[in-house]
């Protein structure tokens, strides 16, 4: 079956694509029978810790450890032909960093690894950890992006020029398109430092297999097989000599996404001693040590005609990227999405951005769940709600004179980003009428103080080659494979190389087994990740598994089904094409006999003797590879409305309503995709509202626990409204689109809005992340202080 014919056929049955079914998963988590990296017990097993720096920036001269400690306790010089990480963007101008395993000659971020000690337990690995001493030169540290390029600022890397890994600039008939310009507004917006702050935090155990003669690599990660490829190249040793295996993993948000340098660490003592090792990170390490996202610095100019015709958008962006280019997305994906996507879903006739990627003593930063397009939505929505006060119209209304049209598709913005589908409009209107906008408007000309905001974007999902290589990352995704075999008792065995980590890919992956091959989803066993026993795969990120996983599992089990087809065609004395495949059975169309998947199956691999000729050939195993139409990316969509209150006396804001219209094509399961958002539509009032990884000017980062890193809970969250808009993707092989990051990308832009909007007779207004109530008042004081 065609794509096209796929995409029109809809929802085929109470198990297949567009039903709602329980997650299989649930089962073993709900029950604790989940296996995560901590629940990996070995014999023999050392834990590992690690001495981590005290300083942003420093020299290492020299460190001391305890007598008789030669093998348990590793520094840098040990390590001998182990390579540092190294992650370097294709793009012309980037410079290149490498960070190493254990910091040798210098540190440049607090919590950076320097030393790490084994022991028969963690706390006997930190006993040992506190006995290592290190002598440290304090050197000046660079915390501030907008310093970072200041010809006074302190180098991290000797060999650069200037703290800046990558700058680029982008320049389509800016100066022609603002000529007739009305309205002018520019702004500076910023958006806050965060943690990712994954239920379970990393964790490795390594150990080698004497029979196999591998490395045997358990890891809670997103990317098993880009975590391999890693490996060896820091190690020097053969892919087969490696194997990466992550058991059950408790979130990710792409933390969990990138090559930590523990990770090596743990590989290379396992591999040189020959002995099971863990490490498992807590949650100080993770917040003081640990990579971090989102923290940009956008000044923008925006430009409209006095009708609100949005005519072009200026934009200087800085990415504070940390200290090191993290592996495999390098320190300058960020920046590069930010050129690439800040026009979202509006017609423009000019647009001209320039971007910096900047090095600080900071962690390094990393793709974080919808992180540049959190903040350029953040930037852009802002923007128009700006140009929309100053022309004195309503701000739903500025938008909906310039999204992208439903009879513009397929639309290619000013970025070159192809629309597939979809009906932006109608997705303002439908977040108007659900906020009621009226009442709102009533309320706050009665007194209340109370505002309304909107956001919509949209979100680019599973793009693939072009996109990718355009961004000079180094690991480029290509087509996406899977596995499928019949088993001889009639279940089906999936295989894949993607990696769940709160996808319900155990459950939607099933379904569209179903969808295919009519097999019960309960006989769907999903093997995904171990790099063993799956096909290679960049692993899940981008909002990609439901497109590219989904489609190749479609495209493997469709393979399957024909196969089968035809063996049940033979037994039932039809023509193949005449073989209906439901509920574990394959069926005459003329409902005149039917023959089940378990007797196919066993025919196949215990009685080929009355199988038709040819068809032993063929076999009931296939690995099949799949690709979108396009490899631009699907792109699915969202309007948030927030209604809040705020306090002018205190800064408080409260959350009073929230309404989220999405379209994410056909949607695969919908309560999946309900979980999903809900899940982003909490990060995102978390990012909005609370989130902030600080550091002071020395560069030491302000919270070590989850009393100083405020994490929004069940109280702060609203009842969250959630309306769907099914567009079919004309692209994919159901219709569907990525939308794991939606949820996550509209928030902080609407509440903001709303914020402002409800400080608008004050005159007031706030531009950066998180909006404290601190941010509030501050903002107050300074318009007191300017009308006095």
Not at 516 to 531: A, F, N, Q, S
Not at 771 to 780: C, D, G, H, Q, S
């Amino acid at each position: 079956m065609d794509d096209a014919s796929q995409a029109a056929q809809g929802p085929a049955s109470r198990q297949g694509v567009g039903a709602s079914v329980e997650r299989l998963e649930d089962g073993r988590y709900l029950a604790g029978r989940g296996r995560f990296v901590a629940d990996i017990k070995l014999p023999g097993m050392l834990d590992i810790a690690f001495v981590r720096s005290p300083h942003a920036h420093a020299r290492i001269r020299g460190f001391g450890k305890p007598d008789g400690c030669d093998d348990t306790v590793f520094a840098a010089a040990d390590l001998a032909g182990v390579k540092g990480i190294r992650a370097d963007s294709g793009l012309p101008g980037f410079r290149s960093s490498v960070q190493p395993i254990l910091a040798a000659e210098k540190v440049r971020h607090v919590g950076e690894p320097i030393v790490a000690c084994l022991a028969t337990s963690r706390a006997r690995a930190e006993d040992l950890a506190e006995s290592v001493t290190v002598d440290f030169e304090e050197l000046p540290a660079v915390s501030e992006m907008t310093r970072a390029r200041s010809a006074d600022a302190p180098l991290l890397h000797e060999h650069w020029d200037e703290n800046v890994f990558l700058e680029t600039a982008v320049d389509t008939g800016f100066e022609a398109s603002i000529r007739k310009a009305a309205a002018v507004v520019k702004r500076t917006y910023r958006t806050a430092r965060q943690c990712m702050a994954p239920m379970e935090g990393r964790g490795v155990v390594a150990t080698w297999d004497n029979q196999a003669e591998q490395l045997v690599i358990y890891t809670s990660t997103q990317m098993p097989h880009i975590v391999r490829t890693g490996l060896c190249e820091c190690l020097g040793l053969e892919h087969s000599r490696i194997r990466v295996i992550p058991p059950d993993v408790g979130g990710g948000f792409g933390y969990k996404g990138v090559l930590s340098s523990e990770e090596v660490f743990a590989a290379w003592a396992a591999y040189t001693l020959r002995r099971p090792v863990r490490w498992i990170e807590d949650r100080r390490e993770h917040l003081t040590g640990g990579a971090n996202c989102r923290e940009h610095h956008y000044e923008i100019t925006g430009y409209a005609a006095a009708d609100g015709t949005l005519l072009a958008v200026d934009c200087e962006a800085i990415v504070d990227s940390g200290a090191y280019s993290i592996y495999p997305f390098s320190a300058c994906l960020e920046a590069a999405q930010v050129a690439s996507i800040l026009p979202g879903p509006y017609r423009m006739a000019g647009y001209r951005c320039r971007t910096w990627s900047v090095a600080t003593n900071k962690p390094p930063i990393l793709p974080y769940r919808g992180v540049a397009r959190t903040g350029v939505c953040f930037a852009m929505e802002l923007t128009m709600d700006a140009l929309a006060k100053e022309l004195g119209i309503e701000p739903h209304e500025m938008r909906m004179k310039n999204l992208v049209r439903r009879e513009d598709m397929p639309f290619t913005n000013i970025t070159n980003k192809y629309f597939d589908s979809g009906d932006y409009p109608e997705a303002l209107r439908r977040a108007v009428a659900a906020i009621d906008l009226p009442a709102i408007r009533a309320r706050q000309r009665a007194g209340e103080r109370i505002g309304v905001g909107f956001s919509i974007f949209c979100e680019q999902g599973a793009h693939g080659t072009s996109v990718y290589a355009g961004w000079g990352i180094p690991m480029v995704p290509g087509a996406e494979q899977a596995g499928a075999r019949l088993t001889p008792d009639g279940g089906l065995e999936l295989r894949v190389g993607v990696q769940s980590h709160g996808q319900s890919l155990e459950t939607t992956l099933a379904q569209i087994a179903h969808e295919e091959l009519g097999v019960p989803i309960d006989r769907v066993r999903l093997i995904h990740g171990d790099t063993a026993l799956t096909p290679y795969s960049t692993g899940t990120w981008g909002s990609r598994c439901a497109v590219m996983a989904g489609g190749a599992v479609a495209s493997a089990t469709a393979k399957l089904a024909e196969r089968v087809k035809t063996i049940a065609g033979h037994l039932l004395q039809i023509p193949a094409e005449d073989v209906v495949l439901a509920d574990g059975f394959a069926r005459a169309g003329s409902g005149q006999g039917e023959v089940s998947l378990a007797e196919i199956g066993r025919l196949w691999y215990l009685a080929p003797q009355h199988l038709p000729a040819g068809a032993e050939m063929a076999g009931l195993e296939v690995t099949e590879a799949y690709k979108p139409k396009r490899d631009s990316g699907t792109f699915s969509y969202a309007c948030h409305a927030a209604v809040v209150s705020l306090d002018a006396e205190t800064g408080g804001v409260e959350l009073l309503d929230y309404v989220i219209v999405e379209d994410g094509g056909v949607l695969i399961n919908p309560m999946v995709v309900d979980g999903q958002v809900f899940g982003g539509a909490a990060q995102g009032i978390g990012t909005a509202l609370y989130e902030e990884m600080a550091f002071d000017p020395a560069g030491q980062p302000m919270a070590a626990t989850f009393a100083d890193y405020h994490l929004p809970g069940a109280a702060e969250i609203p009842k969250i409204r959630i309306e769907h808009m099914e567009t079919p993707s004309p692209l994919t092989r159901f219709g569907q689109k990525g939308i794991g990051e939606s949820g996550a990308i509209g928030p902080p832009a609407a509440i903001a809005n709303a914020v402002n909007d409800a400080l608008a007779d004050l005159g007031v207004s706030v531009s950066s992340l998180p909006i404290k109530p601190e941010t509030v008042l501050r903002a107050l004081a300074a318009r007191r202080k300017v009308a006095a």
